[in-house]
Each structure stands twice: as structure tokens, then as C-alpha cells.
């Protein structure tokens, strides 16, 4: 066999002219394809890209705009009819006095409980169990997986803070919301009701406010998860009945407020550019730089709502009611019984508070020292962004007077 003369043909010849890698000439068809590809999926990523950058845009545009509610429809002189003038009675009635009432359920159900520790109750119980069985003890947790009571007293542990999150986080989210978007308001509206607006902070804040302070002893009170889940969302149609387009039908078309406000925007946008205000100024006065006093109570009560998410979490996690308390209370010691009670028990859940209070203040400090400003939304990395930011918990007074304005310049 004559291997040689097979490397000595013309092809070879031609192959170790141009220096043959042990690549056939195939791989550049297969590399052509490819480019073919890549050239296809190009314009798809650019479609992409441009959808993302339409998305921004669009979210830029209707940030915080006011979302419609009762108050807010007066306070824009939108409607003057007797009936929704009764039904904003009736909402007022509900959101001020239904938070109160459940705050003296809450307290009366603490009258007539005893507290203990979670965990020491369960271990009673599986102490119990072992015992009247005359069994050899499975160990903790197959016992808790078998026996109903300790699953039952497990499962509405996990799923109470869960909803308990859900609604504080609900809560903190809409209190925000409702200051900046009153913010805009006021910048849409110049001659709106102040007094509407007033109302409109004050009773929802009240109504976040004494449901974070006696969501604990309402779910606690709760027997069974399907009682336990009611109670939550009946305590998140309190807070949000004020809202037009939800469950409550007030014979008001959320389109007319929205189309009103889009209508104000569009001016203030127009008077903006009239303005010829063509370079972003710090110093200048045309826009709010300093927060409404509707603001600083606002930015209060989140931080209270906070605080009692930090002490509440911990306490419905921790203890628990194990039997029913044979002291019976002064009228004027009522009023405080829940409190003594809480604070006698706190070796169960004062750490716990303590150690996730730190956590998060450790976390919004770092942000502030870490991130760029643009990212933590405050103007500069100052003494009025760290308040803005670690106490306040809101985006920076000057920096919304840029988003505003970088908003009117480059939106239609």
C-alpha cells in the first residue's frame, strides 16, 4: 500500500500549501451558517431591548400619578353629588371606627387568655402524648408531623406570619404610594382642596396604623387557618375601602379621575417646557425641594408601623394562648392588659426583634454607603439622603424634583 503517493496528490499539495489544520472545508460553511444565524438574531435582540426601553418609559411617565380614591376625587373638585358625598361619610365612619372596634376585640381577647411560649407548648404536649401512649418516644418531629394539634398549632404559626408580612408589607407600600402620589397631586392640581388631602392621609394612616398595632391578638384568636386567613383580608378591605374600582361599587367610573389627572399632567408638563426650564438646577424654586408636612406624617406612621412589624412578628411566632386567665381586671387595668401581658413574655420574642431590627438597619446602610445615589433614590449621598433613605424610608425631596423634571423634558 502506498500511503505516500495518497499524501502527494494535488489535494494534499493544496492543503499543506495553505497549511492544513484538520479542518475540512465544510467547518467554513458551518461557520457561514452561523454568522447567518447570529445576523437573524440580531434584530430579535433588538426588538427586545427596544421593548425593555419602551417599558422604562412608560413606567417613568406614570409613576406615582395619582391613583384614584374617594378623597382624592374631591379634592380635585371631580364630583358634587349628596349620594357619594353620604358615601364618603360611611367610608370615613368605617375606616376610623372599624380599626378601633378591633382594637377592643383584640384587647378583649387577651383579657381572657394566658401566654406561654410556642415552643415550651409544643414540648408539653409531645411530653404529654409520649406519656399517655406508653410508647417509645418517635422524637420531636415525627411526633409533630403525626399529632393534629401540634400540626394544626405549626400550620397557623407559618401561615400567620406569612399574612402578617403580606400585610405590613402592604401597608408600608401604600403608605408610601399615598405620600408620593399626594406629592404629584399637589404638583398637577395647584388649586386643589388641601382639606380633602388631609383627610385622605389622616385616615388611612389611622387605619394602617391600628391595624399593624392589634393584628397580632386578632390572628391569635383565630382557631382554624380558613378563620385565619378571613381575618386577614377582612383587615385589608379596611384599609383599602376608600379605593374607587374596588370591591365597593360607589357609582364612580375610575376613568373620569384618570383622565382628569392625565389631562393636569399633560399642562404642567406643557407649563414646564413653556418655562423654557431646559437644564437641570438644584438651587432653582419652580418645584417643591423641602417635604409637605402630610409627607413627614406619613413618613412617621411607616416608620411606627415599622417598628410594631418588628415587635408583632416575633410575638405571634413565639407565644401562643394555653388556657383561659381567672383574673378578672379593674376597668381601668383593662385597657393596658394586653400590653403587660406582651411585655412579661418578652424572653420570647425580644431577641428575635432586636436581631431582624439590625439586620434591617444594617442592610439601608450599607445601600447607602454601597450603591450609587441614583440607586437608593436620593439626590446626593448627604446628610439629607441618609434621612431620606435609612430614617425616612422614602425617595429624596430632590430627587423626585429630578425625576419630575427629567420626566416633563423628555415625555410627550
Known amino acids: 500500500?502506498?500511503?505516500?503517493?495518497?499524501?502527494?496528490?494535488p489535494e494534499g499539495e493544496d492543503r499543506d500549501r495553505r497549511g492544513y489544520t484538520g479542518v475540512d472545508e465544510a467547518s467554513d460553511e458551518d461557520d457561514y451558517e452561523e454568522y447567518e444565524l447570529e445576523e437573524t438574531e440580531s434584530p430579535l435582540i433588538g426588538e427586545r431591548e427596544l421593548e425593555r426601553q419602551k417599558v422604562k418609559e412608560c413606567i417613568q411617565k406614570h409613576r406615582f400619578t395619582p391613583?384614584?380614591?374617594?378623597?382624592?376625587?374631591?379634592?380635585?373638585?371631580?364630583?358634587?353629588?349628596?349620594?357619594?358625598r353620604a358615601f364618603t361619610t360611611l367610608v370615613i365612619c368605617v375606616?376610623?371606627?372599624?380599626?378601633?372596634?378591633?382594637?377592643?376585640?383584640?384587647?378583649?381577647?387577651?383579657?381572657?387568655q394566658i401566654f406561654g411560649n410556642t415552643m415550651d407548648h409544643l414540648r408539653s404536649l409531645h411530653?404529654?402524648?409520649?406519656?399517655?401512649?406508653?410508647?417509645?418516644?418517635?422524637?420531636?418531629?415525627?411526633?409533630?408531623?403525626?399529632?393534629?394539634?401540634?400540626?394544626?398549632?405549626?400550620?397557623?404559626?407559618?401561615?400567620?406570619?406569612?399574612?402578617?408580612?403580606?400585610?405590613?408589607?402592604?401597608?408600608?407600600?401604600?403608605?408610601?404610594?399615598?405620600?408620593?402620589?399626594s406629592d404629584n397631586l399637589r404638583r398637577f392640581f395647584p388649586n386643589h382642596s388641601r382639606y380633602w388631602l388631609y383627610i385622605d392621609a389622616f385616615c388611612n394612616s389611622a387605619?394602617?396604623?391600628?391595624?399593624?398595632?392589634?393584628?397580632?391578638?386578632?390572628?391569635?384568636?383565630?382557631?382554624?387557618?380558613?378563620?385565619?386567613?378571613?381575618?386577614?383580608?377582612?383587615?385589608?378591605?379596611?384599609?383599602?375601602?376608600?379605593?374607587?374600582?374596588?370591591?365597593l361599587d360607589f357609582g364612580v367610573d375610575r376613568a373620569d379621575f384618570d383622565d382628569v389627572v392625565e389631562t393636569f399632567r399633560q399642562r404642567w408638563i406643557e407649563k414646564m417646557k413653556a418655562e423654557?426650564?431646559?437644564?437641570?438646577?438644584?438651587?432653582?424654586?419652580?418645584?417643591?425641594?423641602?417635604?409637605?408636612?402630610v409627607s413627614y406624617a406619613v413618613s412617621i406612621v411607616r416608620m411606627v408601623n415599622l417598628i410594631v412589624c418588628f415587635i408583632q412578628v416575633p410575638i405571634f411566632a413565639f407565644t401562643m394562648p394555653i388556657g383561659e386567665d381567672p383574673v378578672v381586671y379593674t376597668s381601668w387595668s383593662r385597657q393596658f392588659v394586653w400590653i403587660v401581658k406582651n411585655i412579661s413574655l418578652w424572653r420570647s420574642w425580644a431577641?428575635?426583634?432586636?436581631?431582624?431590627?439590625?439586620?434591617?438597619?444594617?442592610?439601608?446602610?450599607?445601600?447607602?454607603?454601597?450603591?450609587p445615589a441614583s440607586r437608593c433614590q436620593i439626590y446626593k449621598k448627604d446628610f439629607s439622603g441618609f434621612i431620606s433613605l435609612v430614617i425616612l424610608r422614602r425617595p429624596g425631596p430632590r430627587y423626585q424634583k429630578k425625576v419630575s423634571f427629567e420626566s416633563a423634558m423628555h415625555m410627550d
Open 127 to 181: 411530653t404529654k402524648g409520649v406519656n399517655a401512649s406508653n410508647t417509645t418516644d418517635p422524637g420531636f418531629v415525627p411526633w409533630a408531623w403525626g399529632d393534629d394539634e401540634a400540626t394544626r398549632i405549626i400550620q397557623m404559626k407559618i401561615l400567620g406570619v406569612i399574612l402578617m408580612l403580606l400585610i405590613f408589607m402592604s401597608n408600608d407600600r401604600s403608605l408610601l404610594t399615598q405620600d408620593l402620589e
Open 1 to 9: 500500500m502506498n500511503f505516500r503517493g495518497k499524501a502527494e496528490s
Open 351 to 371: 431577641f428575635y426583634s432586636i436581631f431582624i431590627w439590625l439586620i434591617w438597619m444594617t442592610s439601608n446602610v450599607a445601600r447607602f454607603f454601597l450603591l
Open 207 to 247: 387605619a394602617y396604623l391600628v391595624i399593624g398595632i392589634c393584628i397580632t391578638p386578632i390572628l391569635m384568636g383565630a382557631r382554624t387557618v380558613c378563620s385565619l386567613v378571613l381575618d386577614s383580608l377582612s383587615m385589608l378591605f379596611l384599609a383599602n375601602v376608600d379605593n374607587l374600582g374596588g370591591d
Open 95 to 112: 375606616q376610623l371606627l372599624g380599626p378601633l372596634f378591633l382594637l377592643g376585640y383584640a384587647r378583649r381577647e387577651y383579657d381572657r
Open 67 to 84: 391613583s384614584p380614591n374617594l378623597y382624592r376625587s374631591w379634592s380635585i373638585g371631580l364630583y358634587e353629588d349628596s349620594w357619594i
Open 276 to 293: 423654557k426650564i431646559h437644564k437641570w438646577d438644584e438651587e432653582d424654586g419652580h418645584e417643591l425641594t423641602s417635604l409637605h408636612g
